[in-house]
């Protein structure tokens, strides 16, 4: 499967020329983040032209991540100076890795829909029986105590 975005395109957006060893990284790092993109899009485009654009821009983010950082460091110090990193993505330091609202919009591009749904179930080979609203009866209600509503068959309340 095609990657979708080239190697020239991830070094258009770093700041530095890359050497062999970072060309090899950067091209693993972009078959790593067009699988992931592929998977978190629950969708399989063909190659990198049927793809939406967005998906393009979100590979070449997460690679270009990475290469700031191949090895996940969040720290490294050089003399008197020190250079800090945030470590909020845990075990994912060091890999390529999407976050949480680049999972999200990849996901509305693959059509994924987010939300709670429902779907009706019935046992194999049964007949559907029409539901209507019962009570469950109670040993001695109160007084003042309303019927607490069970959903049931009409024939076979139980």
């Known amino acids: 499967m095609a990657d979708f975005a080239t190697l020239d395109e991830l070094k258009a957006r770093l700041d530095w020329t890359l050497d062999a060893d ?5 091209t693993s790092a972009l078959e790593d983040a067009s699988d992931l993109a592929r998977m978190h899009a629950g ?3 063909p190659d990198a ?3 939406p654009r967005l998906v393009r ?4 983010k997460a690679c270009k991540r990475h290469m700031n950082n191949p090895s996940g460091y969040t720290q490294s110090r ?3 100076e020190t250079l800090g990193w945030s470590d909020d ?9 999407f976050t949480k609202d680049e999972k999200d919009m ?3 591009i693959g059509g994924k829909k987010r939300g709670l749904w429902s779907a009706e179930i019935s046992a194999w080979n049964s007949r559907r029986r029409p ?3 019962g009570l469950v009866p109670v040993a001695q209600p109160a007084p003042d105590a309303k019927p607490f509503p069970l959903f049931a068959d009409e024939e076979e309340p139980w």
């Open 57 to 60: 821009t979100l590979v070449l």
């Open 43 to 45: 969708r399989d485009w």
């Open 131 to 133: 539901v209507t609203a």
């Open 78 to 80: 050089a003399g008197d």
């Open 106 to 108: 990849l996901a509305e």
């Open 22 to 26: 970072e060309e090899r990284i950067a």
């Open 49 to 51: 032209a049927s793809a």
């Open 89 to 97: 993505q845990g075990e994912n330091a060091g890999t390529v890795y």
